[in-house]
């Protein structure tokens, strides 16, 4: 126990000089910006009827993506908005939604850049028609290129050293990360940063997301044929529940840690089956970015300056402090 807090310790004097050179200032900003909305609307906006696009690329069934939902819609609520979401996987037809959006001629659009080549012909385009954009979630180095206005989530990077350095604490050798989408910016950046922070081996093992059971029998295979592997790292909550099976199944030694949180996952970390997670507070995601539209259409306001992002996370999950988050994660906002 006591060299488990010694890790928390640590890891958390890393990440907060981390946050602070990647600019906490911005944060402030973002967060004096929104109390100053809120104040000027006594709680409820009485600013005209705004409507606000949500896009992004979910997963059919991913349940990451209701907490961004949860998170949007009580912005939406506060502020007056009719919050219009749609989402695909797939970036042309991630795309084609954004289109859709520009031509009902929208009053804002949030979107995703987990592919972000596909995004910039449109992005442009909603520009042209005078509708700002806000990037959250995926496209953290790519937001600005992209002409977006701000951007609100985590650095996937950093995220993944943190991480690293937390199984260098817990005396981690040879991880696995898991990575359920090949080509996927945050999810290839989380691995990247996993494998910089990390002292021990690292393999990346890429499956198939939308195939849930397909994603059990490959990492069994994977830990059946290599026994030294002693860290499994997943990139979703979902997957990290599939991968404790595996081990199980596999007959394996390994540990389990992960990315992203959701109710089940947060009851293993309190019953010690998933060693930690990294929460990067997709509720605030989603609630930040409809929030800095309607910031943005009222009052002219950029959270971060328009030049450096507004960090969510990494927020570390571990059995110290799992029953803090398990109340809001029951009421399935975290």
Request: net charge positive; with cysteine; proline share 3%.
């Amino acid at each position: 126990m006591h060299r488990h807090h010694r890790a928390a310790v640590l890891t958390a004097t890393v990440l907060a000089g981390t946050l602070l050179a990647a600019g906490c200032s911005s944060s402030s900003g973002g967060k004096k910006s929104e109390q100053g909305g809120a104040a000027a609307s006594a709680g409820k906006a009485t600013t005209p009827r705004m409507t606000v696009a949500m896009v992004t690329h979910a997963a059919p069934g991913d349940t990451f993506w209701d907490l961004i939902r949860k998170g949007a819609a009580a912005a939406a609520a506060k502020d007056n908005i009719k919050l219009v979401y749609s989402s695909d996987p797939n970036a042309g037809n991630q795309a084609n939604l954004v289109q859709n959006a520009i031509d009902q001629k929208v009053d804002g659009i949030a979107l995703t850049a987990a592919k972000p080549d596909a995004m910039k012909a449109v992005v442009a385009k909603a520009k042209a028609a005078g509708i700002p954009v806000v990037g959250f979630n995926s496209g953290l180095d790519n937001w600005k290129q992209l002409g977006m206005l701000e951007y609100f989530g985590q650095d996937e990077n950093i995220a993944g050293q943190a991480f690293g350095q937390r199984l260098n604490q817990l005396g981690a050798k040879h991880a696995l990360c898991v990575i359920q989408e090949q080509g996927q910016v945050a999810l290839e950046a989380r691995c990247a940063g996993l494998k910089k922070g990390f002292k021990g081996k690292t393999d990346t093992l890429y499956v198939n997301g939308t195939d849930m059971p397909s994603v059990k029998s490959t990492l069994t295979a994977k830990l059946q044929q290599d026994s030294s592997v002693d860290q499994v790292v997943t990139l979703g909550a979902p997957f990290a529940l599939t991968a404790v099976q595996s081990v199980s199944d596999a007959g394996s030694k390994a540990k389990v840690a992960t990315f992203d949180l959701n109710k089940d996952l947060v009851t293993a970390v309190q019953q010690g089956k998933v060693e930690f997670a990294v929460d990067q507070q997709p509720y605030l995601q989603g609630y930040l970015a409809v929030d800095a539209l309607w910031l943005y259409r009222t009052n002219g306001n950029f959270s971060g300056g328009g030049t450096a992002p507004v960090l969510t996370g990494p927020a570390f999950v571990t059995k110290d402090n799992v029953d803090t988050v398990a109340r809001f994660a029951a009421k399935g906002t975290r």
